[in-house]
């Protein structure tokens, strides 16, 4: 169990390359014994952005303050305090505060990077045989 202020938990750059004022705290993470889900906060500063990535994990995101943009590949995509983002494994993204003020939001991962899910062959003829023929 964990029960904790948001500060207490330390504030850390974003080291990764593309990254502009950007600052992440690790709420809750395996370290505190979270099996399935990590939840982090990011810090954006005005002008700045996190890198423009994609994986094959998605994100839930709560914006708490400030105003921002999705960055995707078909545009970005304004949002404010009180929106919720999904943003689907693969997709290529970024936030950027577009605001003048401090951004902040919830991201919420999973842990362990999933398993790629591998397509059922539905054709019947893939193993050279169909209705018992």
């Not at 990764?16 to 990011?42: C, H, Q, S, V, Y």
């Not at 693969?90 to 951004?103: A, F, V």
Request: charge should be neutral.
């Amino acid at each position: 169990m964990k029960l904790e202020h948001y500060t207490n938990v330390p504030l850390e750059d974003v080291v990764m390359e593309g990254a502009k004022g950007a600052k992440i705290r690790w709420l809750i993470a395996r370290k505190d014994g979270a099996p399935n889900f990590a939840t982090r906060m990011f810090e954006v500063d005005p002008g700045g952005h996190t890198p423009f990535h994609s994986h094959s994990w998605e994100h839930q995101n709560y914006i708490l303050e400030g105003e921002g943009a999705l960055v995707t590949e078909n545009g970005d995509k304004p949002f404010k305090p009180g929106d919720v983002i999904f943003v689907p494994p693969l997709m290529k993204h970024s936030y950027k505060n577009t605001g003048d003020s401090l951004m902040r939001f919830l991201c919420i991962i999973p842990i362990e990077q999933p398993t790629p899910v591998k397509k059922k062959n539905v054709n019947p003829f893939a193993k050279g045989v169909a209705n018992n023929c």
